[in-house]
């Protein structure tokens, strides 16, 4: 994850061959919101292998920017976006509206504002950084990505819900970092009942965050002296 805070505008396109983005403008994003960065687009071009039929249910959990959900609504899907932030509720909408794309965005935490639904796609770019911070925090820009010590405190949450989330054959596409533990995630989701799998990674370079936290994640045996890159991967599950 390279948590640039500046602002960074991509195109709102559903199919992304590589991870650079080009520089005409497409997502805006307003101060303080987690703008699309490396793990945003590596999702968005594992959407783009998905089937989304025309009325299917998406969800985004932790929309930020709202490019997922746009894109998503651009393949046909009935989309519903979710995020903490209220900057980032706007941003979405703000988004969403630009695209002129029908994206319901709630403020809440995860599935809160919608409970008991369910969904053909789940989609998630959820905090995952690992913090020497402890639990993590309740406002600010680092809740875009701080995630407790080990990075899991809301993918553990995400893993636990995907089940009851999906429908028959639905699936859940989530982003993060190898340093958040891949096989934990993978052995969480299959213990679910889910099948799961990592369906795309990509080698990127340390941004500002873990550049800061290098010694720490070194020490805690995360990440060795000769590391100079980070793995983000996707997962993705899928309900028999």
Sequence with gaps: MTHDPRVLEVPVSAALPTLTAPGRPGVRTLPGVYAPQHDTLLLLRALARETVRPGSDVIDLGTGSGLLAVAAARRGGRVTAV?????????????ARLARQPVTVHRGDLVGPVPGRTYDLVLSNPPYVPSPLGPPPRRGNARAWDAGHDGRAVVDRICDAA?????????LLMVHSELTGTEETLRRLSRGG??????DAAD???GPVLLSRLSWLRGRGLL???????????IRAEQP
């Design 194 to 199: 889910l099948k799961a799998a990592v369906s």
């Design 163 to 171: 089940p009851q989330l999906l429908r028959r054959s639905g699936v």
């Design 224 to 234: 060795d002296e000769h590391t100079d890159k980070e793995r983000l991967v996707v």
């Design 204 to 206: 990127v370079p340390f």
């Design 83 to 95: 995020d903490v932030g209220r900057r980032a509720v706007l941003t979405a909408r703000l988004n």
